[in-house]
């Protein structure tokens, strides 16, 4: 009697964090903006690969299509408005892609996991001590003459950090630790790459849809003029 050998082939799912690495390292390789956050008291988190970016003076949240926004502190600066071209979400360990293009399917095939290539900034100066006790003189008078009500001081430092230093690992790690702050992770080949968990929220909305904000250190007291 002939028998036939039935050969059985086990596929094993991706994990979440798998299938995140290779979409973002699929949309490096092609050329995207990334950006990725987790709003605060929220477990879902956003990702969006995009091609676009505008330089902004002002945007409206209420008419502007999905994206993410970089503004520096300086007014006097440009804003920066990444525009979701394709745009994922992960809720319980899911990753589900909520714009058209199977670009998760394609992550998937391309092997684009490792390494992943973030992009670089242009250095920037370290602030010495000395600058920095100057800021603070300066900052005391300032207040002093009534010039402003707050100032908030920054002294920025360099730090070197190892080839084996992973990004997704500490942006979850600033996720798992700090429940109530913004978690965010932008890599744009002008601005460079940054990693943040901001304790302070700027708008919130409710079930109603109405908006509020909160003045954040730094900002000026509206007049109305």
Do not use: C
């Not at 477990?43 to 999905?66: A, F, G, M, R, W």
């Not at 790459?193 to 000026?220: C, M, Y």
Request: no cysteine; aromatic share 8%.
């Amino acid at each position: 009697m002939n028998s036939s050998a039935v050969n059985t082939i086990t596929t094993q799912k991706k994990s979440t964090k798998e299938v995140v690495t290779s979409i973002i390292g699929y949309g490096l390789h092609e050329g995207y903006s990334i950006a990725m956050w987790r709003l605060p008291n929220q477990s879902k988190i956003t990702l969006i690969l995009s091609t676009q970016k505008k330089s902004v003076s002002e945007l409206s949240i209420e008419d502007s299509n999905p994206g993410f926004v970089f503004a520096p502190f300086d007014p006097s600066q440009s804003k920066f408005f990444l525009e979701a071209a394709h745009q994922f979400e992960v809720v319980n360990e899911e990753v589900n892609e909520l714009t058209p293009g199977q670009i998760k399917a394609l992550a998937a095939q391309g092997g684009h996991a490792r390494p992943l290539r973030f992009h670089k900034g242009t250095n920037q100066n370290t602030s010495s001590p000395q600058d920095f006790l100057e800021l603070v003189k300066l900052s005391i008078n300032a207040v002093e003459a009534g010039a402003f009500e707050k100032v908030v001081p920054s002294l920025k430092r360099t730090i070197n950090v190892n080839s084996e230093f992973d990004l997704l690992n500490a942006f979850d790690e600033l996720h798992e630790r700090y429940p109530l702050a913004m978690v965010s992770l932008l890599s744009d080949s002008g601005i460079g790459t940054w990693l943040g968990a901001s304790p302070e929220l700027l708008v919130s909305t409710d079930r109603n849809g109405v908006f509020k904000t909160v003045a954040l250190a730094g900002t000026q007291f509206y007049t109305g003029d």
